[in-house]
C-alpha cells in the first residue's frame, strides 16, 4: 500500500473505532443501570440499545447519495456532530423515553456507508481489500476494548458520563476527518452508476446483506441478556471486565490466523461459512451454560473468536462483490441493513426476554444464525469484480 493509502486506511478505521467504540461500550453496562431505575423494563432496555441502529438503518442510504453530490467530508461531519448531539442528550436524559430520543438522534448520523465509500475512492482495487481488513480489525479492537473498558468507566462516571464520552470521541473524530483522512478525487469523467435496482438484486451482495443484519441482530439481542447471566452466574457486575477482558482478548486471538494468515486467508468462502457456524456454536453453549459461569466463558470465547472474523470479513467482502461504480450505493445498502439488525435484534430481543425469558433469546438468535449459514452456503469465492479491478495505477492511489 501507498504512504497515502495506508493514511487513509488508517485514519478512516480510526473514525470508525471512535464512534463503534462509544456504541459498543454501552452494550454490558446498560442493562444493569437500566434496571435500578424507575420506569424501565427489559423492553425499554432493548429498545434504548437499538433504537440506534432503527435511524441509521434509514438514514445510511440518503447519506450515501448525499455524499455523491456534496462530498464526502462534508456528509462525514455533518454525520458526528449529529451523533455527538444524541450523546449529550442521553447524557442528561432522566426519563426512559429521553434516553430512546438520545439513541435515536446518535444514529442519525450515518455515516458509515459514506466512510466505507471513501475508503473505496482513496485505494486501489488490488489494495481495498486491506484497507477494509484494516477498518475491520479496528472494529474489532473498539468492540474488545469497550467490553473491557465499560464496568471500569460504569464505576468511575457513571452511564451517563460514558455518553458524555462517547460525544466527546465523535468531536475528536471531526478532527481526524479535517486534518488527517486525504481529500477523496474527483469523480471520473464519463463513469456510469449502476442503477441502484441492480444492487439490490445482485445476489452476492444480497447473502452477505443477509450476514451483516444476523450478525448485529444476534449481538444485540445477546448483550441484553448476557450481563443479567453473568450476575446470576455469581459474578458481581464491578467484576464483568475480567470475564469480556478474558473472553474478547482470547476470541481476538483466534480469530487472526484467519485473517492475518495469507494461506489461510485466501480460501475466502472456506473461512467465511466456517465462521457462521463457530458463531452459532457459541450461541448454542450460551443457551445451555443455565448460568453456569464456566460455560458463560466458553460461549463468550467461541461466540467473539467467529465474530471477529466476520466483522473483519464481511466490509472487504461487499467491496469486491459491487459493481466498481456503485461502491458508495452497495456500501449505503450494506450498512443499512447492519444498523437495521442492531434494532431489531435489541427490540426483539428486549420484548423476547420481558415475555418469555432469557433461554429464549438465545433459541432464537440461534435460529437466526442457522438461517444466515442456509443462506450464506451458496456463495462463489470472493474475486475483485469488475474492470476496475485491473487498473492499479490511478494516481490519486499511487501518489503519497
Not at 481495498?128 to 464496568?151: D, E, H, L, Y
Not at 469484480?385 to 490519486?396: F, Q, V
Amino acid at each position: 500500500m501507498s504512504a497515502r493509502e495506508l493514511r487513509a486506511s488508517f485514519s478512516l478505521a480510526s473514525i470508525f473505532g471512535l464512534r463503534l467504540f462509544g456504541m459498543f461500550i454501552i452494550l454490558p453496562v446498560f442493562a444493569l443501570y437500566a434496571e435500578r431505575l424507575p420506569g424501565w423494563n427489559l423492553t425499554l432496555v432493548g429498545i434504548a440499545l437499538g433504537a440506534y441502529g432503527l435511524t441509521q438503518a434509514i438514514l445510511q442510504i440518503p447519506f450515501g447519495w448525499a455524499s455523491d453530490r456534496l462530498g464526502r467530508k462534508p456528509v462525514l461531519f455533518a454525520g458526528l456532530v449529529v451523533f455527538a448531539a444524541g450523546s449529550a442528550l442521553c447524557a442528561v436524559a432522566e426519563s426512559p423515553w429521553a434516553v430512546i430520543l438520545g439513541r435515536t438522534i446518535q444514529g442519525a448520523g450515518a455515516i458509515s456507508g459514506v466512510a466505507i465509500a471513501m475508503a473505496g475512492d482513496l485505494t486501489r482495487p488490488s489494495q481495498r481489500t486491506k484497507a477494509m481488513a484494516i477498518i475491520g480489525s479496528t472494529i474489532g479492537v473498539a468492540f474488545a476494548g469497550s467490553f473491557v473498558a465499560a464496568p471500569f468507566l460504569k464505576n468511575a462516571i457513571g452511564v451517563p458520563g460514558i455518553f458524555a464520552l462517547t460525544g466527546a470521541l465523535a468531536l475528536a473524530a471531526v478532527a481526524i476527518v479535517a486534518w488527517v483522512v486525504p481529500d477523496p478525487p474527483p469523480r471520473r469523467h464519463g463513469e456510469v452508476a449502476v442503477p441502484f435496482r441492480e444492487v439490490l438484486r445482485d445476489p452476492e451482495l444480497a447473502r452477505l446483506n443477509v450476514g451483516i443484519f444476523a450478525l448485529h441482530a444476534v449481538l444485540m439481542a445477546l448483550f441484553v441478556v448476557v450481563p443479567l447471566s453473568l450476575v446470576r452466574s455469581g459474578l458481581p457486575s464491578a467484576e464483568h471486565w475480567g470475564m469480556y477482558l478474558g473472553a474478547v482478548g482470547t476470541g481476538f486471538v483466534l480469530m487472526l490466523p484467519f485473517v492475518a494468515v495469507r494461506r489461510i486467508a485466501r480460501h475466502e468462502r472456506a473461512v467465511f461459512l466456517g465462521a457462521v457456524a463457530v458463531l452459532a456454536a457459541g450461541i448454542a453453549v450460551l443457551a445451555v451454560s443455565a448460568d453456569r459461569l464456566p460455560l458463560l466463558a466458553t460461549g463468550l470465547v467461541i461466540f467473539f473468536a467467529a465474530f471477529n472474523v466476520l466483522e473483519a470479513k464481511l466490509p472487504a467482502l461487499v467491496s469486491k462483490a459491487a459493481p466498481p461504480s456503485a461502491k458508495g450505493a452497495a456500501s449505503g445498502v450494506y450498512s443499512s441493513v447492519q444498523f437495521l439488525g442492531t434494532f431489531v435484534g435489541g427490540a426483539a430481543g428486549g420484548a423476547i426476554a420481558q415475555h418469555f425469558g432469557p433461554v429464549a433469546v438465545l433459541a432464537a438468535c440461534l435460529a437466526v444464525t442457522a438461517a444466515w449459514l442456509a443462506a450464506a452456503w451458496p456463495m462463489r469465492e470472493p474475486s475483485e469484480r469488475g474492470a476496475d479491478a485491473h487498473n492499479t495505477n490511478e494516481p490519486h492511489a499511487t501518489n503519497p
